[in-house]
């Protein structure tokens, strides 16, 4: 049978500032090795498992480029924003005047990219398809040339 005590330490000043340096040098490291970690691993695996189960399904999994400018790329007309930061949640096209969600942009740039590249016909690269939120002025969808999207081997 296990047991479990509880105690209590009353450490003095000298040994609370002692405890706290060496628990902030151990949490330290111990973050930068379950952030680099997960970032070489976790990605990679999430991909690999994506491929199985696409492959288990008959279906195809579609791979974008890494750097493809989906958040800063107008989802309504194409146009690619020189600049976006990262702290910017909702920014306005100064093409066509619609107001965009960042990541709600980013998803509709994503789907029609990898839409583009499977050669589905509701593809198109510039987001026609896509409902316009909000308000804001219609323009006829342009085609538009994306990075290289590329399926998998």
């Known amino acids: 049978m296990r047991s479990a005590y509880k105690c209590r330490a009353y450490p003095t000043p000298e040994q609370v500032a002692a405890f706290n ?12 090795t379950l ?3 997960i970032s070489d691993a976790s990605w990679a695996e999430l991909r690999s498992l994506l491929e ?8 195809h999994l579609i791979v974008i ?6 958040s800063k790329t107008c989802s309504t007309c194409g146009y690619l924003l020189p600049k976006l ?11 066509c005047r619609t107001r ?13 990219a990898g839409r583009a590249v499977a050669g589905e016909p509701s593809g198109d690269a510039c987001g026609a398809d ?3 939120q909000g ?8 085609k538009q040339e994306t990075p290289a999207a590329r399926r998998p081997a």
Not at 21 to 32: A, E, M, P, S, Y
Not at 65 to 70: E, T
Not at 85 to 95: D, F, N, S
């Open 130 to 132: 896509v409902r316009q």
């Open 100 to 112: 965009h969600d960042r990541d709600i942009n980013a998803a509709k740039n994503i789907l029609a």
């Open 85 to 95: 930061g990262l702290g910017t949640r909702h920014w306005t096209c100064p093409a």
């Open 65 to 70: 480029d890494r750097w493809y400018p989906s």
């Open 52 to 59: 199985c189960k696409a492959a288990r399904a008959g279906r």
């Open 135 to 142: 308000k804001t002025l219609l323009q006829s969808a342009m």
């Open 35 to 37: 952030a680099k970690a």
């Open 21 to 32: 340096r060496i628990f902030g040098c151990v949490r330290l490291v111990w973050n930068k």
